[in-house]
């Protein structure tokens, strides 16, 4: 017997791909009565010396964080008018798939729906691919959309 999920985790990054994959989860939600976390990574960024810094990282990680949840509220406040409830948590790590797994592992979340940006070559090579890295290491169902690009380019 298949349970249908409680929680399901959708990674967003704004992207065209990563809405597709909302839109997916959100239909999930509707149908079986499923809450979605919507988590977006803000990257961290190193403290520099006064001395050696022009630039205000912290208030710039800060403005990250405020975009970040807007944006995360403003899509949960729609998912709400569609009767899906939905909950807004905005991480900051380097590691974005490590921060992915911990929400989900930590809210013990059922499913993951993510999307993949359709990176080959030198660019997968250089900078990996985070769908690929959280569907190797989460500790439940992931769901992998294809990109949208990738059709295209077919």
């Not at 065209?16 to 977006?40: K, M, P, Q, W, Y």
């Not at 405020?66 to 944006?71: I, Q, T």
Request: charged content about 25%; aromatic content about 4%; overall charge negative.
């Amino acid at each position: 017997m298949i349970v249908p999920p409680k929680l399901i985790v959708v990674p967003l990054d704004f992207s065209e791909d990563s809405n597709s994959a909302l839109e997916v989860a959100a239909d999930f939600g509707a149908r079986f009565g499923s809450t979605l976390c919507l988590i977006h990574v803000v990257p961290a960024l190193p403290k520099l010396p006064a001395s050696v810094s022009i630039f205000k990282e912290g208030e710039y990680e800060q403005e990250l964080h405020r975009e970040a949840e807007r944006r995360l509220s403003e899509l949960a406040a729609n998912l709400s008018k569609k009767n899906v409830q939905a909950e807004a948590v905005v991480g900051t790590a380097n590691d974005v798939p490590m921060e992915i797994i911990r929400t989900a592992e930590h809210r013990n979340a059922d499913l993951i729906v993510i999307a993949t940006h359709g990176a080959t070559g030198w660019n997968r090579l250089a900078f990996g691919s985070v769908a690929e890295k959280v569907l190797h290491l989460a500790h439940c169902a992931v769901l992998v959309l294809r990109s949208s690009q990738r059709e295209k380019k077919a």
